[in-house]
């Protein structure tokens, strides 16, 4: 069995200086600390984008070529973090106990760019319906309720949504998804939801908020109150992964400041 992580970066100014000379360097220390071979991928001139439905999708189709060309293996782990995620707690390591593991992040999203994958029968079937050009396409053909529009929409713009609409899952939930049945999973069935919650509940492990933390009150808030999507909170003692998503400041300065004695305790 092997262990790899996987970090797909593309930008450029000043994010590319902070992806490259913080984000991915602390991923390289994840990796030399835990035994898991590490893959930034930053040249997209060799990915195909007629295979895949927008840049979204690019973590799984590199995820299928390295299956296909058997670099990556049955029994495998893969490990997946957005590149604007910075890992606060060095020591910390998901271990899986399922096939797929990921968090409900602090809005209330399932997955959303931080995930653990076993290779095996049940997300090599994930894979591909990721990749699944011929669903995404009907997707932008289903409107789904939105509870933060209070309208119907299609659901179908990133990777999460198409998980959303195979696990069924509403697009969005003011109410926390800890607090309702099976996590949220099967909760607002589409044409496209496949999977029973019997399949979910093998195959699919949750692991708390505090592993993708994409709100904190006082990053993301104002006047010491809580962002209206800071909907599952965490204390910054309790951030393993802070989450920089939906085009927020990247704070990666104050952060390594942050962490330095969490970092010198555990021998870093």
């Not at 195909?48 to 995820?63: C, K, Q, T």
């Not at 058997?70 to 060095?90: E, R, V």
């Not at 006047?223 to 992964?241: L, Q, S």
Request: charged letters at 25%; aromatic letters at 14%.
């Amino acid at each position: 069995m092997s262990k790899f992580f996987i970090s797909i970066g593309r930008y450029t100014g000043y994010k590319e200086h902070m992806y490259r000379e913080i984000l991915s360097k602390r991923n390289e220390q994840f990796c030399k600390l835990h035994d898991i071979t590490y893959i930034s991928v930053q040249n997209h001139h060799e990915i195909n984008m007629a295979e895949i439905s927008n840049h979204h999708y690019i973590r799984f189709w590199v995820i299928k070529q390295a299956i296909l060309a058997n670099k990556i293996k049955d029994g495998d782990i893969i490990y997946h973090y957005d590149a604007d995620i910075f890992i606060a707690k060095l020591d910390k390591c998901i271990e899986p106990t399922k096939s797929f593991t990921y968090a409900i992040d602090s809005g209330n999203t399932h997955i959303a760019g931080l995930f653990c994958m076993v290779i095996n029968d049940f997300t090599r079937k994930l894979i591909d319906l990721y990749l699944n050009l011929d669903n995404i396409n009907k997707a932008q053909n289903i409107m789904v309720y939105d509870e933060y529009t209070k309208a119907e929409r299609p659901m179908w713009e990133h990777d999460q949504y198409m998980f959303q609409h195979y696990a069924g899952i509403k697009r969005h939930s003011w109410q926390s998804h800890w607090e309702l049945p099976n996590f949220g999973l099967r909760s607002y069935i589409t044409p496209l939801t496949v999977f029973s919650l019997d399949e979910l509940k093998e195959n699919v492990e949750i692991i708390p908020t505090c592993w993708n933390v994409t709100h904190l009150v006082d990053e993301t808030g104002e006047n010491g109150k809580p962002a209206i999507f800071d909907i599952n909170r965490c204390e910054k003692n309790e951030v393993i992964n802070r989450h920089f998503a939906g085009g927020q400041e990247w704070r990666c300065e104050d952060w390594l400041k942050y962490v330095k004695n969490y970092d010198e305790g555990i021998g870093i």
